[in-house]
């Protein structure tokens, strides 16, 4: 990997990403580039395709759920190529660990906003959580407790609105 690419990447991706020190954005290129795994090319024209990002997903942190994966990966693709770029990943990583409230509720937004009204229907949060959640208990337990938890997340993002 060539020291100087890496410095210039650095500086450029913490110029928009104050949420990591410089030394916390030099190991993520280095982890995006180990993952890629192509020494060959430059690290800004390279990217994950949405396999590979899916199995960081449900490697690192868990995810199961196939819509939520692909969702979370469409959140990072800012530019819509189908690829996660390393600004991209660096930049995603950040809201994703470390952003403040509003940065992770726009997240949320993006990564469950799918019919274009500019709303995301209580059905909607339902089905999502139902598909993300183990089932522990009888359906009818689940559904219900779904249901209450959608109903708290509501109230409680009306009150955030209200202020």
Do not use: P, Q, W
């Given at each position: 990997m060539d020291q100087k690419v890496l410095k210039r990447l650095v500086e450029s991706i913490s110029?928009?990403?104050?949420?990591f020190k410089k030394s916390e954005i030099e190991c993520l290129?280095?982890?995006?580039?180990?993952?890629?795994?192509?020494?060959?090319?430059?690290?800004?024209?390279?990217?994950?395709?949405?396999?590979?990002?899916?199995v960081i997903l449900h490697s690192i942190f868990g995810m199961t759920?196939?819509?939520l994966m692909n969702?979370?990966?469409f959140a990072f693709d800012k530019d819509n190529d189908n690829y996660i770029n390393v600004k991209e990943w660096v930049k995603g990583l950040s809201v994703f660990l470390r952003g403040t409230f509003e940065?992770?509720?726009?997240?949320?937004?993006?990564v469950y906003y799918?019919?274009?009204?500019?709303?995301?229907?209580?059905?909607?949060?339902?089905?999502?959580?139902?598909n993300s959640l183990h089932q522990q208990s009888p359906?009818?337990?689940?559904?219900?407790?779904?249901?209450?938890l959608v109903d708290i997340a509501l109230k409680k993002m009306v009150r955030i609105n209200k202020l």
């Open positions: 110029k928009s990403v104050n949420s290129i280095r982890i995006f580039h180990n993952v890629v795994g192509r020494g060959d090319v430059k690290l800004a024209n390279v990217g994950l395709d949405r396999n590979t990002f899916r759920d196939d819509v969702r979370v990966f940065e992770k509720l726009k997240f949320c937004f993006e799918f019919n274009g009204d500019g709303y995301i229907s209580r059905e909607r949060i339902y089905d999502m959580l139902k359906e009818e337990e689940t559904d219900e407790g779904i249901r209450e």
